[in-house]
């Protein structure tokens, strides 16, 4: 985006108006698309267009969806050993009393199987 009179993205130097020609050239086009907007609310309907095209483009081209199904996988593996080392830790600091009204209380929220297993387990 252009600011006037500095420089835009690219490190080049913005026009001292920060406004395209009434010329009608590339300037005024990237104008009409709102490329010189300093709030969304400002783009028009062909600036949004082109916007969502881009992010099609680099979307595609980054393989976000790739990264996005490793993040998900590496995640749910990651989040077993968490719960078994905070249920862990969990008991070395909680006496077990206290953990008995815990698993009693949470016995409302979950299905009757479930709390079985967890009072059996501590």
């Known amino acids: 985006m252009r600011r006037a009179g500095g420089r835009d993205q690219t490190g080049k130097e913005a026009p001292a108006s920060g406004r395209a020609s009434a010329g009608g050239g590339p300037e005024a086009r990237r104008e009409d698309r709102g490329r010189a907007a300093d709030r969304p609310s400002e783009i028009p309907r ?3 267009r082109d916007i969502l095209w881009r992010v099609w483009q680099q979307v595609g081209e980054h393989n976000v969806s790739i990264i996005a199904a490793g993040v998900a996988f590496y995640s749910l593996l990651a989040i077993f050993p968490a719960i078994t080392a905070f249920v862990s830790f ?3 600091i909680a006496d077990p009393g206290s953990v ?5 209380a949470i016995g409302q929220l979950i299905p009757a199987e479930a709390l ?3 009072s059996t387990q501590l």
């Open 116 to 118: 079985n297993l967890i």
């Open 46 to 48: 062909p600036g949004w």
């Open 90 to 92: 969990y008991g070395l």
């Open 100 to 104: 008995e009204k815990q698993v009693s």
